[in-house]
C-alpha cells in the first residue's frame, strides 16, 4: 500500500484514511489553505492551522466540523503521523508533513519562499517525495523583492492622488489585497476596500492579524470624493459596471501573470503590478532543492515543461494531475 495517492476525489493517505485538499466530500481532509480551490464544501471533518480556520470557517460555514492545530503540532492516526508546516502563501497556510515507517511526503499546497511580511514565511521541510505546485514553472517569471513593487505602488498611487484620481487595483480578497494593504503608504490617503475584501478583513482582524486602516466602500455617488483613495478590489469588479461609478479613475491588477507581456492590455487596465503569493521559477527550484527529496510530483500549472526540466535535472519527477488551480475571481 502507498503512503500518499491521487485518487478521483483527491490527494489520499489510504492507510489513515484522510485526504489533503480534496476536491470532492470526504469523511476527513486535511485543508492547506483558504483559498476555494483547496478549502471545499461538504467533508465530514477539516483540519487545518489555527491561523487559517476563521476564514475557512467564514468561507464553508459555521456549522462544519473544524479543527485548528499549531505549526508542527504532530497528529498520528493509524501510526501514521502529520504535521501542518509554514507554506508562505498567505496567512495560515500549511504544507502537510506525512510520515510512516521513515518514509517523508510533503504535499506544499501553493507556497511561495518570498517573505511578505505578513504570511508566515516558507519552511523548508526535508523528504523522500515533494509535491509541488507549479503555476509559474517557467524562467519567464521572476518576482522582484517587495520594496521594489511597494515603491511602483506608492508612486503610482501618489501620482493620482496629486491628481485627484481614484486609484483602484484588483487584488484577490483572501492573501493578495492584505498583502496590498501592508505595502502601501497609507499617509498618501485613505484605504478603501470593496465588500469582499472587508469582509475578510474583518476575520482576520477578529482574530488579531494587524491590518492597516481600511473602510468598506459604501455607495457610490457623486458626493462622495474618492480623489486621493486607494479601493483596493476583486479583479472581476475592474471588469464590471462597478468601477464605472468612479469618474475618472486609474486602474490597476496585481497579478504574477503581469510579467507576460500584453496582459495588462488584455485585462483592460492601466497599470499591471508583478505581485504573486506563489513562488517563482527561482523560488520552485530552491524550494525543491532544500528539501533534498528525488521524487517530485508536479501538480497545476506549467506541469509538463517543469517536470521534464526536472528530469533533466536529474531528479525523478512526474506529473500529478489535480484539480486545483484558478476557481472563481482567484488572481494569482
Not at 489520499?12 to 481532509?29: E, F, L, M, R, S
Not at 470593496?194 to 482574530?207: D, F, K, S, Y
Not at 492579524?209 to 481600511?214: A, D, E, F, G, R
Not at 536529474?314 to 475571481?329: I, M, P, R, S, W
Request: net charge neutral.
Amino acid at each position: 500500500m502507498p503512503l500518499i495517492e491521487v485518487t478521483t476525489k483527491g490527494i489520499y493517505c489510504p492507510k489513515a484514511d484522510v485526504y489533503i485538499d480534496p476536491w470532492k466530500p470526504v469523511n476527513k481532509a486535511l485543508i492547506t489553505h483558504g483559498h476555494s480551490d483547496h478549502a471545499r464544501s461538504g467533508s465530514l471533518r477539516y483540519v487545518c492551522t489555527r491561523a487559517a480556520l476563521p476564514v475557512i470557517k467564514y468561507r464553508l460555514g459555521s456549522h462544519i466540523d473544524i479543527t485548528g492545530v499549531d505549526y508542527h503540532e504532530k497528529l498520528t492516526i493509524n501510526n501514521v503521523h502529520f504535521s501542518f508546516h509554514p507554506a508562505g502563501h498567505i496567512i495560515g497556510s500549511a504544507q502537510v508533513r506525512v510520515e510512516h515507517e521513515g518514509e517523508v511526503w510533503v504535499i506544499s499546497g501553493d507556497y511561495k519562499v518570498q517573505n511578505d511580511g505578513i504570511s508566515e514565511p516558507f519552511e523548508s521541510i526535508k523528504c523522500d517525495h515533494f509535491i509541488t505546485e507549479c503555476t509559474f514553472g517557467l524562467p519567464a517569471f521572476k518576482w522582484e523583492n517587495n520594496g521594489t513593487i511597494q515603491n511602483q505602488i506608492n508612486q503610482w498611487w501618489s501620482e493620482n492622488a496629486q491628481n485627484n484620481r481614484p486609484s483602484i487595483i484588483g487584488a484577490y480578497a483572501l492573501g493578495k489585497a492584505q498583502r496590498i494593504m501592508t505595502m502601501v503608504d497609507p499617509s498618501i490617503g485613505p484605504i478603501y476596500g470593496h465588500g469582499a475584501i472587508e469582509n475578510v478583513n474583518e476575520v482576520l482582524r477578529n482574530q488579531g492579524i494587524k491590518l492597516p486602516n481600511s473602510e468598506k466602500i459604501g455607495l457610490v455617488n457623486n458626493k462622495t470624493d474618492y480623489g486621493k483613495a486607494l479601493i483596493i478590489a476583486p479583479p472581476s469588479a475592474l471588469q464590471s459596471s462597478w468601477v464605472d461609478k468612479f469618474k475618472d479613475h486609474s486602474s490597476a491588477v496585481a497579478s504574477g501573470w503581469m510579467a507576460i507581456r500584453g496582459t495588462r492590455r488584455r485585462r483592460n487596465v492601466d497599470m499591471g503590478f508583478v505581485v504573486s503569493d506563489h513562488a517563482d521559477w527561482k523560488g520552485l527550484l530552491e524550494a525543491i532543492k532544500s528539501t533534498g527529496a528525488q521524487n517530485i510530483y508536479t501538480t497545476h500549472g506549467y506541469t509538463d515543461i517543469f517536470a521534464r526540466y526536472l528530469n533533466e535535472l536529474g531528479y525523478k519527477a512526474q506529473v500529478v494531475a489535480t484539480d486545483y488551480g484558478e476557481e472563481g475571481d482567484i488572481d494569482i
